[in-house]
Nanobody
Framework: QVQLVESGGGLVPPGGSLRLSCVPS????????MGWYRQTPGKLRELVAQ???????NYADPVKGRFTISRDNTKNTVHLQMNSLKPEDTAVYCC?????????WGQGTQVTVSS
């Protein structure tokens, strides 16, 4: 069974940086988009950043200019570079891969921004 494994989360002070990575354990075919979402207790999961096979990107307004999504098409890995982190960025971050058949989700990695 294909799984997505995230890494790179942790505790960082405000203004700090983290780099999240998402590595699939199996093979994916006909990928459309890869992305990162985040969720906090009591809130709906929200899209953070998304990247297409062709490299087009889309970012949520709160993270524009601070976060950068990138992907390696040969390995189907996706990364999220997060700079100038703020306390309101605290959440569980999940990666997702959408193919023409379905959307796959990782278990998530906790990011906590606190002094």
């Amino acid at each position: 069974q294909v799984q997505l494994v995230e890494s790179g989360g942790g505790l960082v002070p405000p203004g700090g940086s983290l780099r999240l990575s998402c590595v699939p354990s199996g093979s994916f075919f006909n990928i459309r988009t890869m992305g990162w979402y985040r969720q906090t207790p009591g809130k709906l999961r929200e899209l953070v950043a998304q990247i297409t096979t062709g490299g087009s990107t889309n970012y949520a307004d709160p993270v524009k200019g601070r976060f950068t999504i990138s992907r390696d098409n040969t390995k189907n890995t996706v990364h999220l570079q997060m700079n100038s982190l703020k306390p309101e960025d605290t959440a569980v971050y999940c990666c997702s891969i959408s193919t023409i058949y379905r959307q796959y989700w990782g278990q998530g990695t906790q990011v906590t921004v606190s002094s």
